[in-house]
């Protein structure tokens, strides 16, 4: 199937390679698109007020596609924790935590996919599975974020096969001034809900946190 999807980005990328990008970004190393195309203008103007929307056709017939949201939020946090660039003594504080998480649900299968899709985790929604690995978020309340949050949605080239499959597709589209100050003001939301939802967990005391799901699996 061929479907289009976006690129927000401070440069234009006509040709985006295989094995080149951050290594520590949600899922590892790879090219991150959308099919949402306001999302992609909010990317491209993260950091400047005169970035580009690049598209692409996407050609994904016999691609293997590991799809997120179907495999629980535990999974997704997993994938994360796995991935993000976690300070070393953040790590070592709640190793337990970090490893209960990499034994038990990261998806080692998802190695072998070309394609992952799944929800993003920018800095100020990151914010939530740092809190639930404290152990001051619960899982239901991360169910809740993970569900119905607005995190949107990223479809991930991870395989060489994947990146032989797209074709930019000109012209890319200047983004206007104006989607800076969007992407701010989602931001700013989203530091407001966390803190908001940090309140209100403090006074919760019947909700599952991790250390709970971690006893629970002990005793089996």
């Known amino acids: 199937m061929k479907r289009i999807l976006y690129h927000g980005s401070e440069r234009i990328?006509?040709?985006?390679?295989?094995?080149?990008?951050?290594i520590h970004n949600d899922y590892g190393r790879g090219f991150y698109l959308t099919d949402d195309l306001e999302m992609g203008k909010e990317w491209a103007n993260r950091k400047t007020i005169s970035g580009f929307v690049n598209k692409y056709q996407l050609n994904d017939n016999d691609l293997k596609q590991y799809d997120l949201r179907?495999?629980?939020?535990?999974?997704?946090?997993?994938?994360?924790?796995?991935?993000?660039?976690?300070?070393?003594?953040?790590?070592?504080?709640?190793?337990?935590r970090f490893d209960f998480l990499e034994e038990n649900y990261y998806p080692k299968e998802i190695d072998g996919f070309d394609i992952i899709i799944g929800y993003r985790a920018d800095d100020a929604y990151f914010k939530f599975p740092m809190l639930f690995i404290q152990n001051e978020l619960s899982i239901e309340r991360m169910e809740e974020?993970?569900?119905?949050?607005?995190?949107?949605?990223?479809?991930?080239?991870?395989?060489?096969k994947a990146f032989s499959r797209i074709r930019f597709i000109e012209p890319p589209i200047n983004v206007k001034a104006a989607y800076y100050d969007k992407y701010r003001a989602r931001k700013n939301a989203a530091d407001k809900r966390f803190e908001g939802i940090r309140i209100e967990e403090i006074n919760s005391i019947h909700k599952t946190k991790i250390d709970d799901l971690i006893k629970e699996h002990d005793k089996r």
Do not use: C, F, T
């Not at 006509?14 to 080149?20: F, L, M, Q, T, V």
């Not at 924790?81 to 190793?95: A, G, K, Q, S």
């Not at 974020?145 to 060489?160: A, D, P, R, T």
């Open 145 to 160: 974020i993970y569900k119905l949050g607005n995190l949107g949605l990223q479809i991930v080239l991870k395989s060489e």
């Open 70 to 96: 179907g495999k629980g939020v535990l999974v997704w946090i997993a994938l994360l924790m796995h991935h993000r660039d976690i300070e070393p003594n953040v790590r070592e504080l709640y190793r337990q």
């Open 13 to 22: 990328l006509r040709n985006p390679r295989y094995g080149y990008g951050e």
